[in-house]
């Protein structure tokens, strides 16, 4: 493997899923200019997007969650993050507790990620295959709008206009973004911000999450799945 390639390690997602060749290539496009441009970002993505299957894959047994769309809800995790092929690189390889120096910068990348994978504004990605993603652009977008006191409010920035998606996506995309959330956030946790214990972690999610995904998370806790689902993959690099 070169240097500047990241290494394989999803083509077992990409078979379970039946993701297409011409996806799985722009994926992997996205996650292999996200590598060059920062591994720590690259590392985290693929560890969310990995992390996502397997609770989307559990999400499925219950009826709150029996229509999600496992290849989207993956796809969104393992992109959640594009955008921050727009910040600087030499942020992005800080230390986390570095970083509050330069929020303003870092709060850009949910729109820029938004403007990747939605709206293909792609201006100086080098990669040829890379597609749109409408409903995984949109989760991207909102899967820090929980945090109303570090983002902004996203549609009065971008005076986003909700009736370009179709009723139904906009609800795919807001479900997703809630799960995005709780795996983006037990990862900051676990692996980059503090190492937190797994049972620490746990706690933290369900007391900040809406009763359904409380749910979610005690139930998947009661059949021993958690550490499965999250903890492994966190403490194996």
């Keep these: 493997m070169e240097d500047d390639e990241p290494p394989s390690r999803l083509n077992g997602c990409y078979s379970e899923l039946g993701i297409s060749l011409e996806?799985?290539?722009?994926?992997?496009?996205?996650l292999g200019l996200l590598f060059k441009h920062s591994p720590v970002t690259y590392e985290h993505s693929v560890r969310v997007g990995?992390?996502?299957?397997?609770?989307?894959?559990?999400?499925?047994?219950?009826?709150?969650?029996?229509?999600?769309?496992?290849?989207?809800?993956?796809?969104?995790?393992?992109?959640?993050?594009?955008?921050?092929l727009r910040n600087d690189s030499d942020i992005l390889e800080e230390p986390w507790s570095a970083r509050g120096q330069h929020i303003e910068e870092v709060k850009k990348h949910p729109s820029e990620g938004y403007k990747i994978l939605t709206l293909g504004q792609r201006e100086g990605l080098d990669c040829e295959g890379l597609r749109n993603y409408r409903v995984s652009g949109l989760a991207c977008l909102l899967h820090h709008e929980s945090q109303k006191?570090?983002?902004?409010?996203?549609?009065?920035?971008?005076?986003?206009?909700?009736?370009?998606?179709?009723?139904?996506?906009?609800?795919?995309?807001?479900?997703?973004?809630?799960?995005?959330?709780?795996?983006?956030s037990y990862?900051?946790?676990?692996?980059?911000?503090?190492?937190?214990?797994?049972e620490k972690a746990m706690g933290k999610l369900i007391d900040g999450a809406r009763s359904k995904e409380q749910e979610l998370l005690r139930t998947m806790m009661v059949r021993e799945r958690d550490k499965e689902i999250f903890w492994n993959l966190c403490v194996v690099v």
């Excluded at 996806?23 to 996205?30: A, G, L, R, T, W």
């Excluded at 299957?53 to 992109?79: I, P, S, V």
């Excluded at 206009?161 to 795996?183: G, P, T």
């Design 149 to 184: 006191d570090f983002y902004p409010n996203l549609e009065e920035v971008l005076g986003l206009k909700l009736d370009f998606f179709e009723k139904e996506e906009v609800e795919r995309a807001i479900e997703y973004s809630k799960l995005i959330a709780l795996v983006d």
């Design 187 to 198: 990862d900051s946790m676990v692996y980059k911000n503090g190492h937190f214990p797994h």
């Design 50 to 84: 990995e992390m996502c299957f397997g609770l989307g894959d559990f999400a499925r047994e219950f009826r709150d969650y029996e229509n999600l769309n496992l290849r989207e809800l993956f796809c969104a995790g393992l992109l959640h993050d594009i955008g921050k």
């Design 23 to 30: 996806d799985e290539k722009s994926i992997e496009c996205y």
